[in-house]
């Protein structure tokens, strides 16, 4: 079974930068497809960011592009976001979630079948 564990959520005001890490621990495989998921208050989980196994990566909404990037190290088993210009309207609790049975990687949360448990993500004005 794969655990994932997401940290490096917190407090920052708006403009600053946080750099979210997500570990996979147990029978992990690099070649996971994984995703950045956020779910702000009152708001349906919406999609952030994707990566490939190889590094290929496609972003969600126009508010993230440019702003957002997601990497990996397959060897540490660890996926990251990381946030800059960081707005108000970030705030959410950031999900980390793996496809175990693909390679590919996908927008679509229903397709993810492990995911952490979140950290949240608050941006003062």
């Known amino acids: 079974q794969v655990q994932l564990v997401e940290s490096g959520g917190g407090l920052v005001q708006a403009g600053g930068s946080l750099r979210l890490s997500c570990a996979a621990s147990g029978r992990t495989s690099s070649n996971y497809a994984m995703g950045w998921f956020r779910q702000a208050p009152g708001k349906e989980r919406e999609f952030v960011a994707t990566?490939?196994?190889?590094?290929?990566?496609?972003y969600g909404s126009d508010s993230v592009k440019g702003r957002f990037t997601i990497s990996r190290d397959n060897a540490k088993n660890t996926v990251y976001l990381q946030m800059n210009s960081l707005k108000p309207e970030d705030t959410a609790v950031y999900y980390c979630?793996?496809?175990?049975?693909?390679?590919?990687?996908?927008?679509?949360?229903?397709?993810?079948?492990?995911w952490g448990q979140g950290t949240q993500v608050t941006v003062s004005s």
């Open positions: 990566i490939s196994w190889i590094g290929v990566t496609t």
């Open positions: 979630a793996a496809r175990s049975m693909s390679v590919v990687p996908s927008p679509r949360e229903n397709e993810y079948d492990i």
